[in-house]
Nanobody, 114 residues
Framework: QVQLVESGGGLVQAGGSLRLSCAPSGSIFGIYVRGWYRQAPGKQREMVATITGSGSTNYAVSVKGRFTISRDNAKNTVYLQMNSLKPEDTAIYYC????????WGQGTQVTVSS
């Protein structure tokens, strides 16, 4: 069994910062943590940022220049540093990983007040 343990969400004012973490637990041999997605109320889940094993990154246009994804290979942990947060960033953020299938974390709420 694989679980993705997410942390770091919360309530912040516009312009503030948060850092999300995602670490796999359980049967993690061969797992690849890809990155972060988010889902706002009434909207579809969308990609926020992904990172390859070699460190290549990809960002949604809406977060480029404000968010930074990084990976600590020793800890098998992926981070999402979110700066200059906007109310439209409010969503549940999900970590995503691949092994025998796609795995999702339980989600962590990010709320940005105006």
């Amino acid at each position: 069994q694989v679980q993705l343990v997410e942390s770091g969400g919360g309530l912040v004012q516009a312009g503030g910062s948060l850092r999300l973490s995602c670490a796999p637990s359980g049967s993690i041999f061969g797992i690849y943590v890809r990155g972060w997605y988010r889902q706002a109320p009434g909207k579809q889940r969308e990609m926020v940022a992904t990172i390859t094993g070699s460190g290549s990154t990809n960002y949604a246009v809406s977060v480029k220049g404000r968010f930074t994804i990084s990976r600590d290979n020793a800890k098998n942990t992926v981070y999402l540093q979110m700066n200059s947060l906007k109310p439209e960033d409010t969503a549940i953020y999900y970590c995503n990983a691949l092994k025998d299938r796609t795995y999702w974390g339980q989600g962590t709420q990010v709320t940005v007040s105006s």
